[in-house]
């Protein structure tokens, strides 16, 4: 038998030429595992003297996700939002659920089904006055933080663009590239004046910043 080296198609004896491919026919596939079993290192190889095998080795560590700033206003906006959502479908499928107990209303329900579904309204009710109280503690918040982010506005503006660290940066380079390292600056230099800071608040301001210095420039 002879084989298609492209597309792996089995031809009988006598065929030489896979006619899809218009490529010559091979007596034997060579799959994918055979090929990494028959890898070898050169005997005269050197390794660099910083090479670690664990590199390659060891599956390298996923970054964690960027997280997309929301303001005190947006979180407390969604979060209120979210709770009378909850407490509006909660108190209308416990109303109706009362009503299906009482006879009022015939629901298509056994006893066991209506007395789940009634739990499970009163769950959301209970959720919806829980994210009122969660609200109400956040609005009381928004004017600190809210403050907490003009500190850091107004230090970067004063200190922290006249740090000597920026004189390291080498411009001459792409602008993408200068792009992220005046943000790792940028965050690096905030991270250690305001350690407390969130960590998308820091990325939100470090991208503000970079966008105030390139249109500026």
């Given at each position: 038998m002879a084989w298609c080296p492209r597309c792996k198609n089995e031809y009988v004896e006598g065929i030489t030429h896979c006619p899809d491919c218009d490529v010559d026919l091979i007596d034997q596939l060579v799959t994918e595992s055979e090929k990494e079993e028959s890898l070898e290192i050169p005997e005269d190889y050197i390794f660099p003297e910083d090479f670690d095998p664990r590199s390659v080795l060891e599956p390298k560590e996923r970054p964690e996700p960027a997280r997309l700033y929301k303001s005190p206003q947006e979180r407390y906006a969604d979060l209120k939002s979210s709770a009378w959502t909850f407490l509006l479908m909660g108190g209308a499928g416990l109303v109706i659920m009362i009503l299906g107990w009482a006879g009022v209303l015939r629901l298509p329900l056994a006893p066991f089904a209506l007395g789940v579904m009634t739990a499970l309204f009163a769950a959301f009710v209970g959720i919806g006055i829980v994210s009122f109280r969660n609200a109400g503690k956040l609005r009381e918040n928004i004017d600190a933080e809210n403050a907490f982010t003009d500190s850091v506005i107004q230090w970067y503006h004063t200190e922290g663009q006249k740090s000597p660290a920026w004189n390291a940066l080498n411009t001459d380079q792409p602008e993408e590239l200068l792009y992220l390292?005046?943000?790792?600056?940028?965050?690096?230099?905030?991270?250690?004046?305001?350690?407390?800071?969130?960590?998308?608040?820091?990325?939100?301001?470090?991208?503000?910043?970079?966008?105030?210095?390139?249109?500026?420039?």
């Open positions: 390292q005046k943000s790792e600056l940028i965050q690096q230099l905030i991270k250690e004046q305001f350690p407390q800071i969130d960590q998308a608040l820091l990325e939100k301001l470090s991208d503000d910043f970079c966008e105030e210095d390139f249109s500026a420039s």
